[in-house]
Structure formats: C-alpha cells, structure tokens
C-alpha cells in the first residue's frame, strides 16, 4: 500500500468515527488544514522535479479532493441527525385538548379598556399614550390652571421631592397632560383617545388611589359642540349595548374646556339592576367641552384656526356600572375566584361586528 492509500485509510477511518460536528471539524483541521497533514504533503510538490511532480501531483489532489467530500457527507450526516434529533425532542402533540390548560380572564377594567378603543377605532380615532410620571407643565399649567389655582389641590396630587430648581413631578392626575404631548408633537388633524392609568391621594368605597381614565381629543379646523355630542352619543349607545340612551349636558367647570359639560346618560334601577337607555333618572359618565383656546395657544396651535373638544371618563366607575360590578375596591383585590366570575373570555375580543362583551 503506498504511504498515499495509508493516509488515505487513516483519515477515512477517523471521519468515520467522528460523531460529533466539533469532532469532525477537528478531523478537517487536522488534514485540510493550513498544516494539515494533506496540506503539507501539497507544500513538497513544489520542491519535487517536474517527472515526479506529474505523478504526485494527480495523486495528491485526488486524496485532497476525496478527503474534502468525505468530510462534507459526513458533516451533511451529522447534521441531519441533530435535526432529526430536535425534531423528535420538540414534537408538539396536537392531539392534546386545548381545554387541558388553565385558561385565565380578563379583568373587566382591561375589558372595558378594549371596548372603549374598538368603538373609538371604528370611528377613526388613534390610541396615544403618556408617561404616568408627569411635571407640572403637562399636568396642570399647558392645561390652563393658573397657578396657585385651587383645581390644582382639588386633584389631591401625589407630588414627588422638589428638585434643586424647586420643581416638582406628580403622578398625573388624569389622562390630560396626553392632550398637550400630542398637540406638541403632531399636526392637525388630531383624532385620539388616550387609555391610562391616572393617581389622586383618595381611597374609599367609590375611590382607590391609583384609577384608569380615557380621553379624547379631537382638533381640526371646523370641529363644533355638534360633533361632540354626536361622538358621545355614539359611544353611549355602544358601549352600553343599547339602541338608544337619552343624553343630558350639564354646564361645568374645567380649566381646559370652554364651554365644559358633563355628560349623564339615561338609566332606570330595577331591583339590584342598572338599566340604561331607559327610564327617568339621569347618571353623569364623563367630562367633556370644548378646548380652550389658551390650551391650543399653550401647545403652538392658532385658535383662530384650529379648534376641538375633549374629553375624560373614568373606565372602572364605566366597568362597574356595564357588569354590575357592586365594590371598586375588589378591582385590586386579586382575588382570583373574584376574577373567574367577573372576568371575560381572553379569546374573545372586543369588537362591534360580533358584539363588544359576552
Ligand atoms: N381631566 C378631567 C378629570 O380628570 C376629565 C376631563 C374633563 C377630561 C373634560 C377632558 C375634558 O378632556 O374635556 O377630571
């Protein structure tokens, strides 16, 4: 056997009992190589005469070549194996029944969260989103609360430490301070409603001092008291599944709107029932007006040119009333037998065609 059939030999036996890809690679490196025992056989051809190089030459490149493809179906070997191998390891069994998991809820606060946004979405509203840690510019002054204005202790502000400048953060106190960061940042027309989560120092059977509000924001150019009242009546009639629901606008006071309202709905009590769109008493669901000039003027807007309305609803006191949820304070409880009978179907979204809850 010549000394090339033996290196040959040795070298196929040693890809065989590779069984391992780092293995094999340390096997490739070892004769293909830079030193390598075929690559250092190749480096002799240039020191041979020209007749032995004739018969060397073809000899060397055919082991070099043989080496090369025994290594690569090897490889190609070992790597369908570790295919194989995950394959088996990640089998999914599709026959397992997909009631044998646990299936949580969704928290009716989270439920009322979507309804609210697919009847917006389907009116052409955007979602926008704030920081829950505000300063007193977007919260209160762009707003148009004049300082030292007693709105501002009315919100029973969580304030943090002042800052060596004498400022001081708050939690936001309502969902407003979205209104000014998005005035600030895009062009009219602004059609936006804003979900979130807003904080005021008061805790009770009606409040809990963290809360969730949605607002609304609607700029453009010729936007009237008319189209708010359309806008939320609309809602009104979504949201409480109904085909019709009277509305009252009461005169009220807000910094930010001019004129501002508050917005009660038609509802009648039968026993421990809530009942809306019919009989005579009268609930008060939101806040809402038109927004004051000094507002626009404060984010860069022309008042002579761009006007709109807004709006703000607390969504637990919404949840509470649309499920006949009796206690707030059981909304943060985490109580999960409390969530397996208040809750809602994760796989079932919220959305006007099939109807907004089930
Ligand atoms: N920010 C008000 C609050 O938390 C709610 C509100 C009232 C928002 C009227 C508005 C509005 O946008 O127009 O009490």
Request: glycine fraction near 8%; include cysteine.
């Given at each position: 056997?010549?000394d090339?059939?033996?290196?040959?030999n040795?070298?196929?036996?040693?890809?065989?009992a590779?069984?391992?890809?780092?293995?094999?690679?340390?096997?490739?490196?070892?004769a293909?190589?830079?030193?390598g025992?075929?690559?250092?056989?190749m480096?002799?051809?240039?020191?041979m005469?020209?007749?032995?190089?004739?018969?060397?030459g073809?000899?060397?490149?055919?082991?070099?070549?043989?080496?090369?493809?025994?290594?690569?179906?090897?490889?190609?070997?070992?790597?369908?194996?570790?295919?194989?191998?995950r394959?088996?390891?990640?089998?999914v069994?599709?026959?397992?029944?997909a009631?044998?998991?646990?299936?949580?809820?969704?928290?009716?606060?989270?439920?009322?969260?979507?309804?609210?946004?697919?009847?917006?979405?389907?009116?052409?509203?955007d979602?926008?989103?704030g920081?829950?840690i505000e300063?007193?510019?977007?919260?209160?002054?762009?707003?148009?609360?004049?300082?030292?204005?007693?709105?501002?202790?009315?919100?029973?502000?969580?304030?943090?430490?002042?800052?060596?400048?004498?400022?001081?953060?708050?939690?936001?106190?309502?969902?407003?301070?979205?209104?000014?960061?998005?005035?600030?940042?895009?062009?009219?027309?602004?059609?936006?409603?804003i979900?979130?989560?807003?904080?005021?120092?008061?805790?009770?059977?009606?409040?809990?001092?963290?809360?969730?509000?949605?607002?609304?924001?609607?700029?453009?150019?010729?936007?009237?008291m008319?189209?708010?009242?359309?806008?939320?009546?609309?809602?009104?009639?979504a949201?409480?599944?109904?085909?019709?629901?009277?509305?009252?606008?009461?005169?009220?006071?807000?910094?930010?709107?001019?004129p501002?309202?508050?917005?009660?709905?038609?509802?009648?009590?039968?026993?421990?029932?809530?009942?809306?769109?019919?009989?005579?008493?009268?609930?008060?669901?939101?806040?809402?007006?038109?927004?004051?000039?000094?507002?626009?003027?404060?984010?860069?807007?022309?008042?002579d040119?761009?006007?709109?309305?807004?709006?703000?609803?607390?969504?637990?006191?919404?949840?509470?009333?649309?499920?006949?949820?009796p206690?707030?304070?059981?909304?943060?409880?985490?109580?999960?037998?409390?969530?397996?009978?208040?809750?809602?179907?994760?796989?079932?979204?919220?959305?006007?065609a099939?109807?907004?809850?089930?």
């Amino acid at each position: 056997m010549s000394d090339i059939e033996k290196l040959e030999n040795d070298l196929v036996v040693r890809i065989d009992a590779a069984s391992t890809e780092a293995a094999l690679e340390e096997v490739r490196v070892a004769a293909l190589g830079k030193k390598g025992v075929v690559s250092e056989r190749m480096k002799t051809l240039g020191k041979m005469s020209p007749e032995e190089r004739k018969e060397m030459g073809p000899a060397l490149n055919g082991l070099k070549t043989r080496i090369a493809e025994a290594i690569d179906a090897k490889k190609a070997m070992l790597e369908e194996a570790a295919l194989d191998a995950r394959l088996a390891l990640e089998r999914v069994d599709v026959t397992l029944p997909a009631t044998a998991l646990p299936k949580g809820k969704i928290h009716p606060v989270s439920q009322a969260f979507e309804e609210i946004a697919a009847i917006f979405s389907a009116m052409g509203f955007d979602i926008a989103e704030g920081p829950d840690i505000e300063d007193d510019f977007h919260n209160f002054t762009a707003l148009n609360f004049p300082p030292d204005h007693p709105a501002r202790e009315m919100h029973d502000t969580f304030f943090f430490e002042p800052k060596e400048d004498g400022s001081r953060q708050v939690l936001r106190t309502h969902t407003s301070p979205v209104q000014i960061r998005t005035m600030m940042s895009q062009k009219p027309p602004i059609r936006i409603i804003i979900p979130g989560r807003t904080f005021r120092c008061d805790s009770d059977q009606t409040h809990t001092p963290m809360f969730h509000q949605v607002e609304g924001l609607v700029i453009d150019r010729e936007t009237h008291m008319g189209h708010l009242k359309g806008t939320l009546e609309a809602f009104a009639k979504a949201f409480f599944e109904v085909d019709n629901v009277g509305t009252r606008f009461r005169p009220h006071f807000f910094p930010f709107t001019e004129p501002s309202a508050e917005m009660d709905i038609q509802y009648e009590r039968v026993g421990e029932e809530v009942r809306f769109g019919q009989g005579s008493d009268w609930m008060e669901i939101l806040g809402c007006g038109m927004v004051h000039p000094n507002v626009l003027k404060n984010c860069g807007l022309d008042p002579d040119e761009y006007q709109g309305f807004a709006f703000g609803m607390g969504v637990d006191r919404l949840a509470m009333l649309k499920y006949g949820i009796p206690d707030l304070r059981d909304f943060f409880a985490a109580d999960a037998r409390w969530l397996e009978h208040y809750g809602f179907d994760p796989l079932d979204q919220p959305n006007l065609a099939t109807g907004l809850s089930r």
